[in-house]
């Protein structure tokens, strides 16, 4: 089968630094992304790894391990704008396809 | 501006009715998707179309489905064999490679 396995919610204060980590099993692996989503609105793209190590994006850094099957989404000088869900989603079935996780729900407390 | 439209924002359907949710885009993007998406979950995948003429299901397809007919178009039907359509609907789309998908900002259907 296939899955990916998030914590369902974290919870840090203004300014802190948050890591949300996302597992993978899949039949197929072509890349980790991550997105997004205040509460009723579309998801946005964050970040995309298809190779191992970091990738930085302004205050948003995804890290992926192929090896683990294992990525994670850091989150630094966190803001209250950031309170919102954040998905990982594996891209499979020969790239066609993408397979999200359960979601975060990151709460930004004052 | 280009983008994903998804209309109409706020859907009713009686029992024993189809419903059809619109899915455009001017991005000219080759691939778009369908997503299911219920309270405090995950995205779950409907449909999806690689190229025009074209569709495969997801993981959820039965009581669904889809034409694409133009590159631009993808709609969704929502027929009377699915008995729980009570979800946020999600379109996207995405080119081809190493590219992430847009969405659209959703469809939210509901039972009356």
């Known amino acids: 089968g296939q899955s990916l396995e998030q914590p369902s919610e974290v919870t840090a204060v203004e300014g802190a630094i948050v890591q949300i980590n996302c597992t993978y099993q899949?039949?197929?692996?072509?890349?980790l992304s991550w997105y997004q989503q205040h509460d009723g609105g579309a998801p946005t793209f964050l970040s995309y790894n298809a190779l191992d190590g970091l990738e930085e994006t302004g205050r948003f850094s995804s890290f992926l391990s192929r090896s683990d099957s294992y990525g994670y989404l850091l989150l630094q000088e966190l803001q209250m704008k950031d309170s919102a869900s954040y998905f990982c989603a594996v891209r499979d079935n020969y790239g066609q396809n993408f397979v999200f996780g359960p979601g975060t729900r990151l709460s930004v407390l004052p | 501006d280009g983008g994903i439209t998804q209309s109409p924002k706020y859907l009713f359907r009686k029992e024993g009715q189809n419903v059809t949710l619109s899915c455009e885009q001017n991005l000219n993007h080759d691939a778009m998707y369908w997503y299911r998406q219920d309270p405090g979950q995950g995205l779950r995948l409907i449909y999806y179309?690689?190229?025009?003429?074209?569709?495969q299901k997801g993981d959820i397809a039965e009581g669904y489905s889809v034409s694409r007919e133009k590159k631009e178009s993808f709609p969704l039907t929502v027929t009377s064999a699915q008995k729980n359509p009570t979800a946020f609907y999600l379109c996207a789309s995405r080119v081809r490679g190493d590219q992430p998908q847009h969405f659209g900002d959703g469809t939210r259907l509901s039972i009356l």
């Open positions: 179309s690689q190229i025009v003429n074209d569709f």
């Open positions: 899949t039949s197929g692996f072509y890349g």
